[in-house]
């Protein structure tokens, strides 16, 4: 029997884990599913529903504008956010997830990349119109999230647009309970997203329409 999607995840992780490499099971995991030994449990092949929901509500218009993706995976969410018609910049840390990503969507408008969220191009910082994160954070050990939350922040320029997609975590279940990946969100780390000139205008919270147990923020940031 093949092993289940969420157990290999974690199994990568941990071994990465293991090794004191806490980012590079992205790698391991793409590499293992490009190969067909794995499976990406968050690859859906097609956009996050909570973003296509987001952009029927908003309507965002992206002509003339730029669009960070974070942890863009095989490219699903980056797409949707370039048909808006943002000139969109999508990255993630797996070499393979690019080029899958890249090989997915031959005619794509969004430029791939792959970058570090940890330590991003230093010319990203406070450039980009709309910076989308999904589910990168919360994939990263708890922590490494705050600093994680810090360099998505950062990259939002003047009057831009932060959306951030995440699992939800109540904030009475302590660190060390939460055996991830992931590790979800708890409301403190949403609000942690804020800073002085970037503000929470809005924040929702909906059960997984597969799991009605697990739960999930949208949040909704500005930058005055």
Same mark, same amino acid.
């Given at each position: 029997m093949a092993e289940d999607p969420d157990v290999a995840s974690r199994r990568i992780a941990k071994e990465s884990l293991d090794r004191?490499?806490?980012? !590079?099971?992205f790698e391991h995991l793409y590499s293992a599913a490009s190969e067909g030994q794995a499976v990406v449990p968050w690859d859906r092949g097609t956009a996050h529903?909570?973003? *296509?929901?987001? &952009?029927?509500? +908003?309507? #965002? $218009? =992206?002509n =003339?504008?730029? +669009?960070l993706v974070v942890g863009a995976g095989t490219g699903w969410d980056a $797409? *949707?956010?370039?048909?808006? =018609?943002? %000139?969109?910049?999508a990255f993630d840390i797996s070499p393979t997830a690019i080029e899958t990503a890249r090989s997915n969507h031959p005619d794509s408008k969004a430029h791939y990349q792959v970058a570090d969220l940890l330590a991003p191009p230093a010319e990203w910082r406070h450039a980009f119109d709309l %910076? @989308? $994160?999904?589910?990168? %954070?919360?994939? *990263?050990?708890i922590a490494l999230q705050s600093q +994680?939350?810090?360099? &998505?922040?950062?990259? @939002? !320029? #003047? !009057?831009g647009t932060l959306l951030v997609?995440?699992?939800?975590? #109540?904030d009475d279940v302590p660190d060390e309970d939460v055996q991830g990946p992931p590790w979800p969100l708890t409301r403190a780390a949403i609000q942690s997203f804020t800073a002085p000139d970037l503000?929470?205008?809005? *924040? @929702?919270?909906s059960p997984s329409p597969t799991d009605p147990t697990i739960l999930r923020w949208r949040a909704e940031y500005l930058r005055d």
């Open positions: 004191d490499d806490p980012s !590079g099971w529903p909570m973003l *296509l929901e987001w &952009v029927e509500e +908003a309507q #965002p $218009e =992206g =003339g504008k730029t +669009a $797409e *949707l956010i370039a048909d808006c =018609g943002y %000139v969109t910049t %910076v @989308v $994160e999904i589910y990168t %954070v919360q994939a *990263l050990p +994680a939350i810090k360099q &998505v922040t950062e990259q @939002v !320029g #003047p !009057g997609i995440a699992a939800a975590r #109540p503000r929470l205008i809005q *924040l @929702v919270q």
